[in-house]
């Protein structure tokens, strides 16, 4: 059976869900670095993971931090930071190599000069803990970065499958494409962290010999307690509020992202107001109906409603949301 030609209207064979003559088959784009840059860092991962896994993992227990023993979710997340910078950093292999290193002396004779002077940039990537300054309506746009260590710009592609946060942290390491930056591999989103406190980390471990990659084992296991350290100094009834909001945010069925969304309002609320009060289910009713009303665009939603879900009054609720309406919008003159 001869070969199916293919439709300049139909899907793209690449799967990119664009029409193909929008994608692979527009000669401009065929020209653009980019589409081979997402190629080579698919590839990437899994020549690293296929080939590597176990080499990874005997590599991941030589920085096994005590400190993180008892904490599984934590100890999860560490080893995730860690593989990326096993795969990127550690010159473990023969010739004193790194994987990236390898895959790139295996595929570089193949690519086109300008694609390969991007993808040698990757390999002298460092991770770093970017700040994100701005998030855009829509999942076109631009997402807006600051890294915490040299307090440079940097711009990643907003996509519809992976939510941000204004104000939240990253740990990751960026490379460049054609016109924008994106992150290697995997990232470690960081909420409720003081961002006064990780400079001072940043800091500390940058000027040590080695500098923040050569010490990120260390630098990765500060980040991760500073996290619990926030929690456990904090009046642990803001807490309770940030979990019974939380709880019953996922029974409605409510995206995770809102629900972050919700929880680091109320981080900043707690940080700026302080605010002193004995029962924690009439802020996170306030709170549910502020993220019902404001993120979802739920008009519907009433006070009353909310108030009876969380067995609290009608006239505290309308208290509390006045008070994180009027921070919000005090935040936005």
Request: glycine content about 6%.
């Given at each position: 059976m001869g070969k199916k030609k293919i439709v300049r209207n139909d899907p793209?064979?690449?799967?990119?869900?664009?029409?193909?003559?929008?994608?692979?088959?527009?000669?401009?784009?065929?020209?653009?670095?980019?589409?081979?840059?997402?190629?080579?860092?698919q590839q990437l991962q899994t020549f690293a993971l296929e080939r590597y896994g176990n080499k990874i993992k005997e590599q991941s227990q030589r920085f096994k931090q005590t400190r993180l023993e008892e904490n599984?979710?934590?100890?999860?997340?560490?080893?995730?930071?860690?593989?990326?910078?096993?795969?990127?950093?550690?010159?473990?292999?023969?010739?004193?190599?790194?994987?990236?290193?390898?895959f790139y002396q295996l595929v570089s004779p193949k690519l086109n000069p300008i694609v390969k002077q991007y993808f040698y940039r990757w390999t002298k990537a460092n991770p770093s803990i970017y700040e994100v300054m701005s998030v855009?309506?829509?999942?076109?746009?631009?997402?807006?970065?600051?890294?915490?260590q040299t307090n440079k710009f940097y711009s990643i592609p907003s996509r519809a499958d992976d939510e941000y946060i204004k104000g939240s942290q990253i740990v990751g390491t960026l490379v460049p494409y054609a016109g924008f930056y994106?992150?290697?591999?995997?990232?470690?989103?960081?909420?409720?962290?003081?961002?006064?406190t990780l400079l001072e980390t940043v800091d500390h471990f940058s000027k040590k010999k080695g500098g923040f990659s050569g010490h990120f084992p260390d630098v990765l296991t500060e980040t991760l307690l500073l996290g619990i350290h926030n929690a456990k100094t904090r009046n642990p009834l803001y807490e309770h509020v940030a979990q019974s909001f939380a709880d019953h945010m996922?029974?409605?069925?409510?995206?995770?992202?809102?629900?972050?969304?919700?929880?680091?309002?109320?981080?900043?609320?707690?940080?700026?107001?302080?605010?002193?009060?004995?029962?924690?289910?009439?802020?996170?009713?306030?709170?549910?109906?502020?993220?019902?009303?404001?993120?979802?665009?739920?008009?519907?939603?009433?006070?009353?409603?909310?108030?009876?879900?969380?067995?609290?009054?009608?006239?505290?609720?309308s208290t509390n949301y006045r008070k994180l309406s009027n921070m919000v919008e005090a935040g936005n003159k």
């Open positions: 793209c064979i690449c799967g990119s869900g664009k029409k193909y003559k929008n994608c692979c088959g527009n000669s401009r784009i065929k020209q653009n670095p980019n589409h081979e840059l997402d190629r080579l860092h599984s979710e934590l100890k999860d997340i560490y080893f995730t930071g860690m593989t990326l910078w096993i795969i990127t950093k550690l010159k473990f292999l023969e010739n004193n190599q790194s994987i990236i290193e390898r855009p309506k829509n999942s076109q746009g631009m997402i807006e970065l600051r890294d915490l994106s992150f290697l591999l995997t990232v470690i989103k960081l909420y409720g962290h003081n961002n006064q996922a029974k409605k069925g409510v995206d995770d992202a809102v629900i972050l969304q919700g929880l680091n309002l109320w981080n900043k609320f707690c940080e700026q107001k302080n605010p002193t009060f004995k029962k924690a289910g009439p802020y996170a009713a306030a709170l549910d109906y502020y993220v019902q009303k404001h993120v979802l665009g739920d008009s519907e939603v009433t006070q009353r409603t909310i108030a009876k879900e969380y067995d609290t009054s009608l006239s505290s609720i």
